[in-house]
Nanobody, 124 residues
C-alpha cells in the first residue's frame, strides 16, 4: 500500500483546509486509516482515525468538533476536514494505514504504511 497525502497549505487562523490521502492497492476492511501530525521540536501525535469499513471513528480530544475524518472507498481516499484552525495546528500532517486492532489506533509506531506528509501552516 502506498499513500499520497495532499491538501496542506497556508491559512489564517479560523480558516479551513481539507487534507486528502490517496492510496494505491486494495484496502482490506479491517485497515485503520490514521492521521498524525508533527510540529517542529515535538513528537508525532495522533489526530484522527477511521476504520476502512467506516464502522469506527476517533479523534484526539483537541481536534474533536473541529476536524472530521471521512473516506471514499470508490476513490481509495481518506479525507481530513479541518475547521477553526489555530496556530497550534501548524505541523506536518501524515496519513498512515495498517491492519490494526482498534485498541492500537493512536500509536504511530504500529502503523505499517505512511504517506510523505503535507505541511499545514496557520498564521495568527
Amino acid at each position: 500500500v502506498q499513500l499520497q497525502a495532499s491538501g496542506g497549505g497556508l491559512v489564517q487562523a479560523g480558516g479551513s483546509l481539507r487534507l486528502s490521502c490517496g492510496m494505491s492497492g486494495p484496502i482490506a476492511s479491517n485497515y485503520l486509516m490514521g492521521w498524525f501530525r508533527q510540529a517542529p521540536g515535538k513528537e508525532r501525535e495522533f489526530v484522527s482515525v477511521i476504520r476502512w469499513d467506516g464502522s469506527h471513528i476517533d479523534y484526539s480530544d483537541s481536534m474533536q468538533g473541529r476536524f472530521t475524518i471521512s473516506r471514499d472507498r470508490s476513490k481509495n481516499t481518506v479525507y481530513l476536514q479541518m475547521n477553526s484552525l489555530n496556530p497550534e495546528d501548524t505541523a506536518v500532517y501524515y496519513c498512515a494505514a495498517s491492519p490494526l486492532i482498534w485498541g492500537a489506533r493512536t500509536r504511530s509506531d504500529v502503523y505499517r504504511h505512511w504517506g510523505q506528509g503535507t505541511q499545514v501552516t496557520v498564521s495568527s
